[in-house]
């Protein structure tokens, strides 16, 4: 596609709800992050996936955060248990390569956990 | 961790006036640093990379330098817009793939 994809835009999860979040990269980028962005805060590292491998889960912030690309393509981010501290934008990027080259990022999921 | 501060939080200029951001981080051995741009509720933009060899970017009215030594990043938006209003991220790579942010400077441009 033209650029990095993400769905929902929105998502309103009441607390203890389990909620997927999709992304659709760039096509042919073989990297794929997730970032967690705080109201006023910059966007914080979750996790990074070269193809299919899931390389760096290091910033997934509890055992409830999974994430999974199982074809190297399209990329899903499952948080179980939804808690209210969860609620942040969730951005999805891409790169071609995986050596720190330009990474594009999607319009992110807007998290609310009531 | 790598820490990237961006100082002030918050800038307002009239219409026409150049825009200067600045980006500063604790380890000189950056590999890349990239600057985004971020409208409300939106997702984040690139708008220059530069890479470890380099020492500026150009693309239009903007223009951003790195200086490694000295741990220092700047933005320069030429004759700003009001449609230039945003919040403005620097970010930068120590490893090969993990992007360290600061938390941006938003800016408004007055008409």
């Known amino acids: 596609g033209a650029g990095v994809s993400q769905s929902p835009r929105y998502k309103v999860a009441k607390r203890g709800q389990d909620v997927a979040l999709r992304c659709d990269p760039i096509?042919?980028?073989?990297?794929l992050f997730w970032y967690q962005q705080a109201l006023g805060q910059g966007p914080e590292f979750l996790t990074y996936?070269?193809?299919?491998?899931?390389?760096?889960k290091s910033g997934l912030p509890s055992d409830r955060f999974f994430a999974e690309r199982p074809e190297g393509s399209v990329s899903t981010l499952k948080i179980q248990r939804t808690q209210q501290e969860d609620s942040a934008v969730y951005l999805c990027?891409?790169?071609?390569?995986?050596?720190?080259?330009?990474?594009?990022f999607g319009q992110g999921t807007r998290l609310t956990v009531v | 961790k790598q820490e990237v501060t961006q100082i002030p939080a918050a800038l307002s200029v009239p219409e026409g006036e150049n825009l200067v951001l600045n980006c500063s981080f604790t380890?000189?051995?950056?590999?890349?640093l990239q600057w985004f741009r971020q409208d409300p509720g939106k997702g984040l933009t690139s708008l220059l990379l530069?890479?470890?060899?380099?020492r500026e970017q150009t693309s239009g009215r903007l223009n951003a330098s790195l200086d490694k030594s000295s741990g220092r990043s700047t933005l320069y938006i030429a004759a700003s817009q009001p449609g230039d209003s945003a919040t403005y991220l620097c970010?930068?790579?120590?490893?090969?793939?993990?992007?360290?942010f600061g938390a941006g400077t938003t800016v408004t441009v007055r008409a």
């Open positions: 990027a891409s790169s071609f390569r995986s050596m720190n080259t330009e990474a594009f």
């Open positions: 996936f070269q193809n299919e491998a899931q390389l760096d």
């Open positions: 970010a930068g790579f120590w490893n090969d793939y993990k992007l360290s």
């Open positions: 096509s042919g980028h073989v990297s």
């Open positions: 380890d000189s051995a950056i590999y890349n």
């Open positions: 530069i890479q470890s060899s380099q």
